[in-house]
């Protein structure tokens, strides 16, 4: 165990040198079922290498010490008995076993999640996650909310080019591809947030095409999927309101949603929940008052070639803009 440890902090350091985060999610950290079959898979295959290498040393070692007494015995044939066992036998039994393996763990990834729980319909868009629920009339984007220790049905579907989703503490990746419906379940047993990544090159901004699985209490989840059945947050104090209006008068309509106004796009992510979002564009920035603002006024200097064009917003208007979006929670 100890061993073990030693290898995945030699590894955490070799993933700094890399470049990774040093909270970036980890399939080597698994929060759920999904994820734990494979990390199991991952130690197998790394010990598996770790004992053929060691052997292979060893062998080449044991050549170049004895090697003047291998030619005398070439002679009497054993090193081809050898060279058969160790060279074709031992391979095969070895992969055979991990395919087997491999094949075990496919088949209880791909099993059907069964009736219970709820089902999530994810659309993966250059370069942002439309997240519906089945039965729920509203959206919500780059964040999915899920029950702990329940198996959640994911029916993934692409707008435009190939992604694929990926929650590495979760479950292992599965692609989108226009014009199919593709399926998977996520289960997390214990409480938290889980971050996944598009793991498929789609264009310019594949690296921001990030989300968030929030895992928490069913009871928590219950309110917040019945919050996304419901009106947004009406605007509370004089500034929202102006925002709103400002919201609903300009561009911001045409393309975008507000549950209850009539704002009713559906070119760009639904904007209900906006103020409560990890992000803004699906991993580019934070999301606080001053990143919304630049993001308002030019979204191209933020997220470089996505959908949404700069915006004439008059200098007066952005705070009760700003104002207006961070409200709806
Ligand atoms: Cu979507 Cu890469």
Request: glycine share 10%; net charge positive.
């Given at each position: 165990?100890?061993?073990a440890?030693?290898?995945?902090?030699?590894?955490?350091?070799?993933?700094?040198?890399?470049?990774?985060?040093?909270?970036?999610?980890s399939?080597?950290?698994p929060a759920?079922?999904?994820?734990?079959?494979?990390?199991?898979?991952?130690?197998?295959?790394?010990?598996?290498?770790?004992?053929?290498?060691?052997?292979?040393?060893?062998?080449?070692?044991?050549?170049l010490?004895?090697?003047?007494?291998?030619?005398?015995?070439?002679?009497?044939?054993?090193?081809?008995?050898?060279?058969?066992?160790?060279?074709?036998?031992?391979?095969?039994?070895?992969?055979?076993?991990?395919?087997?393996?491999?094949?075990?763990?496919?088949?209880?990834?791909?099993?059907?999640?069964g009736?219970?729980g709820?089902?999530?319909?994810?659309?993966?868009?250059?370069w942002?996650?439309?997240?519906?629920?089945?039965?729920?009339?509203?959206?919500?984007?780059?964040?999915?909310?899920i029950?702990?220790?329940?198996?959640?049905?994911?029916r993934?579907?692409a707008?435009d080019?190939?992604?694929?989703?990926?929650?590495?503490?979760?479950?292992?990746?599965?692609?989108?591809?226009?014009?199919?419906?593709r399926?998977?379940?996520?289960?997390?047993?214990?409480?938290?947030?889980?971050?996944?990544?598009?793991?498929?090159?789609?264009g310019?901004?594949?690296?921001?095409?990030a989300?968030?699985?929030?895992?928490?209490?069913?009871?928590?989840?219950?309110?917040?999927?019945?919050?996304?059945?419901?009106?947004?947050?009406?605007?509370?104090?004089?500034?929202?309101?102006?925002?709103?209006?400002?919201?609903?008068?300009?561009?911001?309509?045409?393309?975008?949603?507000?549950?209850?106004?009539?704002?009713?796009?559906?070119?760009?992510?639904?904007?209900?929940?906006?103020?409560?979002?990890?992000?803004?564009?699906a991993?580019?920035?934070?999301?606080?008052?001053?990143?919304?603002?630049?993001?308002?006024?030019?979204?191209?200097?933020?997220?470089?070639?996505?959908?949404?064009?700069?915006?004439?917003v008059?200098?007066?208007?952005?705070?009760?803009?700003?104002?207006?979006?961070?409200?709806?929670?």
């Amino acid at each position: 165990m100890r061993g073990a440890r030693v290898v995945a902090a030699g590894l955490g350091a070799l993933s700094v040198l890399a470049g990774c985060p040093a909270d970036a999610p980890s399939a080597l950290d698994p929060a759920g079922a999904g994820a734990h079959r494979i990390e199991g898979l991952w130690w197998l295959l790394f010990w598996v290498s770790v004992v053929v290498f060691l052997e292979v040393a060893a062998l080449l070692a044991w050549a170049l010490v004895f090697r003047r007494g291998e030619r005398t015995r070439i002679r009497h044939g054993q090193p081809l008995r050898f060279v058969t066992i160790a060279g074709a036998g031992l391979p095969f039994v070895i992969l055979v076993a991990v395919y087997g393996v491999g094949l075990r763990d496919l088949a209880a990834l791909s099993a059907d999640p069964g009736p219970d729980g709820p089902t999530v319909e994810v659309t993966g868009h250059k370069w942002w996650w439309e997240v519906r629920y089945e039965g729920v009339s509203g959206a919500t984007a780059n964040e999915i909310h899920i029950p702990v220790g329940e198996r959640v049905r994911v029916r993934l579907r692409a707008a435009d080019v190939l992604h694929s989703f990926w929650v590495p503490q979760l479950m292992p990746k599965t692609d989108l591809i226009a014009g199919e419906m593709r399926e998977t379940w996520l289960l997390a047993n214990r409480a938290g947030s889980y971050r996944g990544q598009c793991a498929e090159y789609c264009g310019l901004q594949h690296a921001h095409m990030a989300l968030m699985v929030i895992a928490e209490p069913r009871r928590d989840f219950d309110a917040w999927v019945a919050r996304l059945g419901a009106p947004a947050r009406a605007p509370q104090s004089e500034a929202e309101r102006r925002g709103q209006q400002a919201f609903l008068q300009g561009t911001c309509a045409a393309c975008h949603a507000v549950r209850g106004t009539s704002a009713q796009g559906r070119v760009g992510p639904d904007l209900s929940d906006m103020g409560a979002r990890w992000s803004i564009g699906a991993g580019a920035v934070p999301n606080d008052a001053g990143h919304l603002g630049g993001w308002i006024a030019n979204p191209q200097t933020v997220k470089p070639g996505n959908a949404m064009p700069p915006q004439p917003v008059d200098a007066a208007q952005l705070p009760d803009l700003i104002a207006y979006l961070r409200s709806l929670k």
